[in-house]
């Protein structure tokens, strides 16, 4: 096969895969569902891939909020909690994606209710209220 007909089957290719991928995209919103389920499996990896960075992200906001001496002490300590905390509840989620927990709805805040809202807030490890030097989420000001 010529390179030509590589390039033109590849760009076709591609091309297929993203129209289907933007007709998925406005399938989703009928299937409210599906998006939950998506969201927390996507959490549970984030939480099991990334879980120790609540350990400098802990020490940090101990260290802002009550000094140094507190952070080399209460701050690491409370670190390496939270790091185990965030692990375990990634792989809760991993494993229960599919089904609703009792308690997670996003619905109303602290429903008994079973949904697929986040176990453990804040429902992301950084979120942007933590986003210290524009390092997460870019600043977007216009100063």
Known sequence: MS?????????A?????????QAFAQEQE??????????????????VAFGVVEFPVQW?????EEGGFAACT??????????VIREVVGVVEIAT????L??????????PAWGYGPILEPEWII???????NFVYPDTRTM
């Open 30 to 47: 009928e299937y409210p569902v599906v998006d939950s389920v998506v969201r927390k499996l996507g959490r549970g990896i984030s939480n």
């Open 74 to 83: 209460y701050g690491i300590l409370k670190g390496v909690s939270y790091v």
């Open 3 to 11: 390179l030509m007909k590589k390039l033109f089957l590849a760009t």
């Open 127 to 133: 979120t942007p209220a933590q986003n210290k030097y």
């Open 97 to 100: 994606f599919f089904a609703p």
């Open 13 to 21: 290719f591609f091309m297929a895969v993203g129209t289907a991928t």
């Open 102 to 111: 009792p308690g997670c709805s996003t619905e109303l805040p602290d429903s």
């Open 60 to 64: 940090y906001q101990t260290n802002f």
